[in-house]
């Protein structure tokens, strides 16, 4: 039996971590943390878009390693809000700001809206990158609804409060198996597994 496809992670996120092990494991792979992330110069994700910041990062960390190098960016995209957090969902509330902090404000701006002006989408953009070189990026996404509370202990980010009406229940209440399975970052990462399993692609890592 072929020995699982090997990813390296760039994120210092625990939350994101745990999420794409269960990913690959359901899809014959292993993604472990790259090693020394922190000690690395910092990759600066300032790009307006999730694709150009996933792919720069993804380019940047893997000039330090042979391997292949995993990286997305993703976040929660309200059109109530012109789109915000989007890009910035994980700076929402500053620099220094938690999980709880992100979504107290993102309620606290939400605080007037009802009905579908309380609809939001989670988008997530991955990509794959060796020496320097993104080849393979892929993007989903998962419609919900903003509750007016957080509601749920499992997950992270922003999931007490998104609201996913394919189960009736908050990212933060899904199962390990319903969030793999209906999630943004579920969903783009099992397109860049199925296209880096492609001939072309493990040619072009030979």
Known sequence: MPAPLRL??????????HEYRLLAEDG???IDLLADFDGFPAYEETAPTFAENAAGKAEHYSRFTNEIVLADDSGLVVPAL???PGVYS??????????ADRVEKVLREMRTFEGEERLAQFVC????????????????SVEGTLT???????????????????IGRTY???????KNRLSHRGKAFRKA???LNEPVSLAWLA
């Open 28 to 30: 014959g792979a292993r």
């Open 193 to 195: 597994l199925a296209l």
């Open 125 to 140: 953009v991955t990509a794959l990158a060796r020496r320097g070189r993104a080849f393979i990026i892929t993007s989903d």
């Open 90 to 99: 994980a700076r929402y509330a500053g620099p220094n700001a938690g999980d």
């Open 172 to 178: 933060a209440e899904a199962s390990r198996e319903e």
């Open 148 to 166: 007016k509370r957080p509601v749920g202990s499992g997950g992270f980010g922003y999931d007490p409060i998104f609201f996913l009406p394919q």
């Open 8 to 17: 390296f992670l760039a994120s210092s996120n625990p939350g994101k971590l």
């Open 82 to 84: 012109k789109g915000a």
